[in-house]
């Protein structure tokens, strides 16, 4: 477990010395219940385990549901807390997770692609089948629900929770949050054949996805895309980071433009391009 993980560690308050209490935070559970979603998730998909564990992808989406709607509470609560709760005049309730990415998109101002809503939303409905329906699930469909949810969740923890998901993620975990993002980013869609292939560099060019803005004094500028340049290069394929048009460059590309200025993202001086570098 990282140290990060570790902090994280259920309090237990002890009254009297024989009652106990357990006290924890939204972003805790949330954290739980992504890293059970994950352990759930390599039960179902690792091969040395037995056929009927693909029943463990019911729990993998049920947790990851759960884990995004506390995210998203605790994205809430830091804008304003009776933004919690489904009535704002008798705050009691809080608010379930499609109101809670109402408020986001309408009161934060969250630009989701369709497509990401589209995921969310089946995702939502699929894990609300599953609690109270009977429910026929595809492997197949439920893994590209799964990998895109996950991808999405860590652009979104880091855009509005300012830190890396990866650090909250238990290290035994570290191997399936690799696989995910290499599944969602695959290599043959994002670069030239003759780019470097090292599992470090791939892993580099999928969390260069993730993270679409850079955050300049107090303002979010959205990154610029292969293509997107005001003196668009003519290539497909970047020559320095070999990325696809359409694509962000990988962090540390000479050729990226700052959104801020037009001049070299990585000189320009307008942001610390080292934020982003592992």
């Excluded at 979603?37 to 019911?58: C, D, G």
């Excluded at 998109?105 to 609690?131: C, G, P, T």
């Excluded at 890396?164 to 054949?193: A, G, S, T, V």
Aim: with cysteine; hydrophobic share 35%.
């Amino acid at each position: 477990m990282n140290d990060n993980a570790k902090q994280l560690k259920i309090s237990l308050l002890y009254w009297g010395g024989r009652n106990i209490k357990i006290k924890t935070t939204l972003l805790e559970n949330a954290y739980n219940f992504l890293n059970n979603s994950i352990n759930f998730y390599h039960l179902a998909t690792h091969e040395v385990y037995p056929q009927e564990y693909k029943r463990y992808w019911m729990f993998s989406i049920v947790d990851i549901v759960q884990a995004m709607e506390l995210i998203f509470k605790e994205v809430l609560r830091r804008e304003n807390e009776i933004f919690l709760y489904e009535n704002i005049d008798n705050p009691k309730h809080t608010v379930s997770i499609t109101k809670a990415l109402h408020r986001i998109k309408n009161i934060i101002n969250l630009e989701l692609k369709v497509q990401d809503e589209r995921i969310i939303n089946q995702a939502i409905e699929i894990r609300n089948n599953i609690i109270h329906y009977e429910i026929e699930l595809d492997i197949n469909e439920l893994f590209q629900i799964y990998m895109s949810i996950f991808s999405f969740l860590k652009s979104f923890h880091y855009r509005f929770l300012k830190t890396d998901l990866h650090d909250y993620i238990e290290e035994e975990f570290w191997e399936e949050e690799e696989e995910l993002l290499l599944e969602k980013y695959n290599r043959n869609l994002l670069l030239h054949d003759e780019a470097d292939s090292s599992k470090d560099y791939l892993l580099e060019v999928a969390e260069s996805q993730l993270y679409m803005y850079y955050e300049i004094g107090d303002v979010e500028y959205k990154r610029i895309k292969y293509g997107e340049e005001e003196s668009a290069f003519k290539s497909e394929f970047c020559g320095d980071c070999a990325i696809k048009k359409g694509y962000y460059h990988v962090f540390g590309c000479d050729l990226e433009v700052c959104p801020k200025c037009n001049g070299q993202a990585i000189t320009c001086g307008c942001h610390d391009i080292r934020d982003f570098l592992v």
